[in-house]
T-cell receptor, first 111, second 113 residues
Framework: EDQVTQSPEALRLQEGESSSLNCSYTVSGLRGLFWYRQDPGKGPEFLFTLYSAGEEKEKERLKATLTKKESFLHITAPKPEDSATYLCAVQAPSNTGKLIFGQGTTLQVKP | GAGVSQSPSNKVTEKGKDVELRCDPISGHTALYWYRQSLGQGLEFLIYFQGNSAPDKSGLPSDRFSAERTGGSVSTLTIQRTQQEDSAVYLC???????????FGSGTRLTVV
């Protein structure tokens, strides 16, 4: 069964304290791995798509990496405005755009 | 519009009543998706529309749930005879094709009392 597991469930950081979020997946034939950010009361906001092992994408303080079994979202010198829930999802191998989401990691960055 | 628009933003309904949730996707996006997010749960796929193809309804939890997409644009998700377990945030998303990241709306928070 295709599955996505994110860890930790929650993460508290001090401003400037770098860390990583993990997304482990099992899927037969990965077509794409996606990272989203979700703020309270809002829909998820697209961050990155990764397609193959070894690929990396960066945006401001965020960098996403991908291996054959997991993806990491590295947050460098986070700021309070980075506080949000970060969602990981994989694209189903069937010929649709359906995504399978993990439960998310809720990040709190304290000033 | 510039983004995906969903209405209403909040809906409180009595158990047993029918509800309709609306989604206006980004103009020109051929793919449209409905997901459900329950408290403490991840996003659960409900249904997917791609152009004129038959929709993928594999995620609909029961026959009380149905959705349509008119003219390849606006979509309506209908829940008949609502139950308390239907309480959740219903999210709509669209994308230019079946690849790539979605753009989500802000969702409709449904509460069944």
């Amino acid at each position: 069964e295709d599955q996505v597991t994110q860890s930790p469930e929650a993460l508290r950081l001090q401003e400037g304290e770098s860390s990583s979020l993990n997304c482990s997946y099992t899927v037969s034939g990965l077509r794409g791995l996606f990272w989203y950010r979700q703020d309270p009361g809002k829909g998820p906001e697209f961050l990155f798509t990764l397609y193959s092992a070894g690929e990396e994408k960066e945006k401001e303080r965020l960098k996403a990496t991908l291996t054959k079994k997991e993806s990491f979202l590295h947050i460098t010198a986070p700021k309070p405005e980075d506080s949000a829930t970060y969602l990981c999802a994989v694209q189903a191998p069937s010929n649709t755009g359906k995504l399978i989401f993990g439960q998310g990691t809720t990040l709190q960055v304290k000033p | 519009g510039a983004g995906v628009s969903q209405s209403p933003s909040n809906k409180v309904t009595e158990k047993g009543k029918d509800v309709e949730l609306r989604c206006d996707p980004i103009s020109g996006h051929t793919a449209l998706y409905w997901y459900r997010q329950s408290l403490g749960q991840g996003l659960e796929f409900l249904i997917y529309f791609q152009g004129n193809s038959a929709p993928d309804k594999s995620g609909l939890p029961s026959d009380r749930f149905s959705a349509e997409r008119t003219g390849g644009s606006v979509s309506t998700l209908t829940i008949q005879r609502t139950q308390q377990e239907d309480s959740a945030v219903y999210l709509c998303a669209s994308s230019p094709d079946r690849e790539g990241g979605y753009t989500f709306g802000s969702g409709t928070r449904l509460t069944v009392v």
